[in-house]
C-alpha cells in the first residue's frame, strides 16, 4: 500500500488534504478517490487513510485507524559526516534513512571537496531532507531521521556537551590513527539501547588535528577492518553494525 509522509497531527475520522509532495505522488501514482494509502507524521506509528477527493493539485482523504507498529532500531544513532563529494551525499542520506538514523549532520571539515554556505547550504539541507522522507515513505521507517544544517566541524565539535552531561552516549570515531578497536567491540561496552554519535570524515578521513580533538572529546576511536573503504562505504558498515549490533 502507497505510503506518505504527513507532518501534521492526525486523528482518525480527520478529514485532510494531503501536503503538496504527498499529493504529487498520489497524482503520479494515479489514485483515485476510494483508494486506502497509509499515513505517517514521524511521531511514531501508521494511519490508514481514504482517498476523497482528487482535484487538479490537491487530493483529500479521511483519517482511518491508528496503528502503533514501529520499524525503528533498538538504539537511537546519529550520524555526523565529513560531506563526500558529488551525488554521494544523496545516497547516503538515503541509505542511512533507510537503516534507521535517527539524526544526520552534514559537517566541512578539512578534507571535506564540497563546501556549502549561505542559501545553497540551506537548499541542500531540504534537499537532503526530502530524500530521507522519500526514504522512509519506501522502507516502512515511521520516524523519519532529522538532517541538520550543514556545520563547520570545529565549531560542531566545541557545541557538543561534555561527556558526562551528554549521559549515556557512546561516541564513536572512524579513525585511520593508531589505536582503535573493533567497532563491535566499542559497542559491546554498553547497554544494547544506549544511543551512539558516529563520527565519520570525507574522502581522505579526519585529519591529524580532527581525529586529535575528537579523541578529546570523548570519541572512541574505532575500525571496520583492515580494508579501505569509501567515505560513504565506511558509515554506512558503521551504521549497519551500529543499528543492528546486540550486546
Do not use: Y
Request: with cysteine; hydrophobic share 45%.
Amino acid at each position: 500500500m502507497p505510503r506518505f509522509h504527513c507532518p501534521a497531527p492526525l486523528l482518525a475520522g480527520q478529514s485532510l488534504g494531503l501536503p503538496a509532495s504527498a499529493a504529487r505522488h498520489v497524482q503520479v501514482l494515479r489514485l483515485q478517490p476510494g483508494q486506502s494509502i497509509t499515513l505517517f507524521n514521524g511521531e511514531g506509528g501508521e494511519w490508514a487513510a481514504t482517498i476523497t477527493r482528487m482535484g487538479r493539485s490537491d487530493v483529500e482523504v479521511t483519517v482511518g485507524a491508528h496503528t502503533t507498529i514501529e520499524r525503528e532500531p533498538g538504539r537511537a544513532v546519529t550520524l555526523a559526516m565529513g560531506m563526500p563529494a558529488n551525488d554521494r551525499m544523496d545516497w547516503l542520506v538515503e541509505k542511512a534513512a533507510e537503516l534507521g538514523v535517527a539524526s544526520l549532520q552534514p559537517l566541512h571539515t578539512a578534507h571535506s571537496v564540497l563546501r556549502l554556505a549561505g542559501d545553497r547550504a540551506t537548499k541542500k539541507q531540504a534537499h537532503w531532507q526530502s530524500v530521507a522522507i522519500a526514504a522512509c515513505e519506501q522502507c516502512g521507517g515511521n520516524r523519519v531521521p532529522t538532517v541538520q544544517p550543514v556545520a563547520d566541524f570545529n565549531a560542531w565539535l566545541k557545541g557538543l556537551p561534555t561527556v558526562v552531561d551528554a549521559g549515556p552516549e557512546l561516541r564513536c570515531l572512524l579513525s585511520l590513527a593508531e589505536g582503535t578497536q573493533p567497532l563491535a567491540q566499542a559497542l559491546q561496552s554498553v547497554a544494547g539501547n544506549t544511543p551512539v554519535l558516529f563520527l565519520s570524515g570525507p574522502e581522505g578521513g579526519l585529519n591529524p588535528q580532527e581525529d586529535a580533538q575528537a579523541r578529546a572529546a570523548g570519541f572512541v576511536p574505532v575500525t571496520l577492518g583492515p580494508r579501505v573503504l569509501r567515505a560513504e562505504t565506511a558509515a554506512m558498515a558503521a551504521l549497519v553494525v551500529a543499528t543492528t549490533f546486540v550486546s
